[in-house]
Nanobody
Framework: VQLQAFGGGLVQAGGSLRLSCVASGGTFSLSDMGWFRQPPGKEREFVAAIRWSGGSPRYADSVKGRFTVSRDNAKNTIYLQMNNLKPEDTAIHYC?????????????WGQGTLVTVSS
């Protein structure tokens, strides 16, 4: 399975960005996909996740109410709509896939895409 993430960039505080992650090559083995991020000088942290089969998305407390994760099964793509961005959201964002739950065991990582939020 390969994951490709797109959509990072530079945005002012209060602005919005949408990240996309396309999965290819054996996606039938995956049940859960999500987003993590690694701020400068910090460890990678969970952001949001969603299951291909449905159910409620999951979010880190720091992004609840501002970020929305969604999926398009036909396109094997998940999205992360990020609104009201803050400078502390600056990070390399990675998409991830798991046979179970990405928070507890990630099978595949995509390349990162940098999000920079200026104050």
């Amino acid at each position: 399975v390969q994951l490709q993430a797109f959509g990072g960039g530079l945005v002012q505080a209060g602005g919005s960005l949408r990240l996309s992650c396309v999965a290819s090559g054996g996606t039938f083995s995956l049940s859960d996909m999500g987003w993590f991020r690694q701020p400068p000088g910090k460890e990678r942290e969970f952001v949001a996740a969603i299951r291909w089969s449905g159910g409620s998305p999951r979010y880190a407390d720091s992004v609840k109410g501002r970020f929305t994760v969604s999926r398009d099964n036909a396109k094997n793509t998940i999205y992360l709509q990020m609104n009201n961005l803050k400078p502390e959201d600056t990070a390399i964002h990675y998409c991830a896939a798991s046979r179970y739950r990405v928070e507890t065991g990630t099978d595949t990582w995509g390349q990162g895409t940098l999000v920079t939020v200026s104050s």
